[in-house]
Nanobody
Framework: QVQLVESGGGLVQAGGSLRLSCAAS????????MGWFRQAPGKEREFVAA????????DYADSVKGRFTVSKDNAKNTVYLQMNGLKPEDTAVYSC??????????????????WGQGTQVTVSS
């Protein structure tokens, strides 16, 4: 059974940083694309970042490009989202997701098989 567990969310002032972690079990991140998404109250889920199973190709939403960095540690089967220069509009529940082995995932949440429970990120102004 595949499980994803996020951690690292919290309350931070604007301009601050947080590092989210997503620990996977039941599927190897070295063979699967991983994505980060977020959903703010009253809004649809939106793509944040994705990293391909090779770790070479990385994609970011324009709204976070230059501020957020996605990475992974295959040995720990964990993916990270380093968030710097946080803004109040970054406030949302952040979730990680994993695609099928070697499948191309992209930005659509429909391409991901399993999701974590989410972690709240709140940025105060």
């Amino acid at each position: 059974q595949v499980q994803l567990v996020e951690s690292g969310g919290g309350l931070v002032q604007a301009g601050g940083s947080l590092r989210l972690s997503c620990a996977a079990s039941g599927r190897t991140v070295s063979r699967a694309d991983m994505g980060w998404f977020r959903q703010a109250p009253g809004k649809e889920r939106e793509f944040v970042a994705a990293i391909r199973w090779t770790g070479i190709i990385i994609d970011y939403a324009d709204s976070v490009k230059g501020r957020f960095t996605v990475s992974k540690d295959n040995a720990k089967n964990t993916v990270y989202l380093q968030m710097n220069g946080l803004k109040p509009e970054d406030t949302a529940v952040y979730s990680c997701a994993i695609a099928g082995p070697y499948r191309i995932s992209g930005r659509s949440p429909n391409n991901y098989d399993y999701w974590g429970q989410g972690t709240q990120v709140t940025v105060s102004s």
